[in-house]
């Protein structure tokens, strides 16, 4: 470790680590991010987690004592590949710069023994590259945590390479984490990279997750109060397919087995909300839910699950120990597809592919099929869902500098 960086952990009497995700949309990085940092709070007293996002929904969530936030201008990245501001009336590129410039600053302040980057090797436009190149020589750990599928490698190897991200891997990142389980998905396999980068490469297993009890939660709607099935979109900006098709299912078929609680995402056009939340009054087994604080709670209460799968669901799946089908997007990354597939075939969940068509016959049929699914617990899958506890593992010997822990246990590929 750097003399400097024990120093001054040893004056200060605390420990830190910064985590940087780049939310341009969706809940999946921030909720992630927030996971993480929950988790370490509880299991270090003297560790302060601080999470930079550009989540436009960050201020909804509840955060534990010991983490907070810094909201950077939002981005929003358009269909032709370019980005704009969310909020501001201001050009793209001084905007990048501004949000760039704030990573620093907070960085600098802040002095953390940790750097934890999530996803983007360089962040948005490589805006954490100058952060990453300022805490180096001080002796912070540098760390980017990659989810278990990235996409599939013709479309994530050019995007690398047009990122310039290499020199990052190569000569400032100390470790990479790998929030899965190289059984299930490598997520940079079939990627060319030198073994000096490959090496940095540790699974931890996925991120187990559990329903908060702390403090004031908020309300449960009235349905949870009885067996019904969940159907999550996640953040909703794409999930307009999947809620389609299972309403058409109960609007064919109104005797499935059971009612239907549909979360629809806050980044679902209002439009189509209000569109399937007509729908839904309609029928008198389905309800429906713009978003949800604590989904983790809804997500236990159910009976069975509908989702695309996106990493912190699948989680959510494998840790409540739910029979879920997963209807996968394909557009315009196979991440979802990748993972549901391989998971299928484990026996962990079952799986849907959208064919265009959705005949609400066919959508109706897996909805009669899920109670007689398998629980993910029934299929052994070692060090599954261990995720939390080696990312405690390998923080340990940083954050508490006066008692360095054990070796951490390090799943390679």
């Known amino acids: 470790m750097n003399d400097e960086r024990i120093e001054m952990a040893s004056a200060r009497k605390d420990a830190r680590i910064l985590i940087y995700s780049h939310d341009t949309f969706g809940l999946g990085h921030l909720r992630r991010c927030r996971a993480i940092a929950h988790s370490l709070v509880e299991r270090f007293k003297q560790l302060s987690v601080l999470i930079l996002s550009g989540s436009p929904i960050i201020g909804s969530f509840d955060f534990r004592s010991r983490v907070d936030f810094v909201r950077i201008p939002g981005v929003i990245k358009l269909r032709n590949g370019e980005y704009t501001p969310l909020n501001l009336h201001i050009d793209v590129e001084q905007t990048l710069s501004l949000r760039a410039s704030i990573i620093k600053h907070t960085a600098d302040m802040f002095r953390p023994d940790i750097f934890i980057v999530d996803k983007e090797p360089v962040g948005l436009r490589g805006e954490v590259l100058e952060t990453l190149e300022m805490l180096k020589p001080r002796g912070t750990r540098l760390v980017l945590g990659l989810r278990d ?192 597939s391989r998971a299928a075939k484990l026996g962990l969940v079952s799986m849907l592919p959208d064919d265009g068509r959705r005949d609400p016959g066919v959508m109706a049929a897996a909805l009669r099929a899920l109670p007689r699914q398998n629980r993910p617990s029934e299929v052994v899958v070692p060090g599954l869902l261990e995720g939390l506890t080696n990312v405690s593992r390998l923080v340990r010997p940083w954050v508490e500098l006066s008692e360095p822990g054990p070796t951490p246990v390090q799943l390679k590929a």
């Open 149 to 340: 599928v990235m996409d599939e490698p013709r479309q994530l190897e050019p995007e690398w390479e047009r990122k310039n991200v290499l020199p990052a891997l190569r000569d400032l990142y100390d470790e990479i984490w790998v929030y899965g389980l190289p059984q299930i998905c490598d997520p940079l396999e079939g990627i060319t990279l030198p073994p000096r980068v490959l090496q940095k490469m540790i699974y931890t297993g996925y991120l187990h997750r559990e329903v908060a009890t702390e403090g004031a939660q908020p309300r449960l709607p009235e349905i949870t109060n009885r067996p019904y099935l969940l159907v999550t979109t996640g953040g909703g900006g794409d999930g307009e397919a999947l809620i389609d098709w299972v309403l058409r299912a109960y609007e064919s078929d109104p005797l499935l087995p059971y009612p239907a609680l549909l979360v629809l995402g806050p980044f679902m056009q209002a439009d189509r909300q209000a569109e399937f939340m007509d729908r839904a009054a309609r029928l008198r087994r389905v309800e429906t839910l713009t978003f949800h604080s604590n989904l983790e709670a809804i997500v236990a209460k159910a009976a069975c699950v509908v989702a695309m799968g996106g990493y912190n669901t699948f989680c959510e799946v494998l840790s409540l120990d739910k029979r879920a089908l997963i209807v996968p997007r394909t557009e315009p990354r196979l991440e979802q597809y990748i993972r549901a």
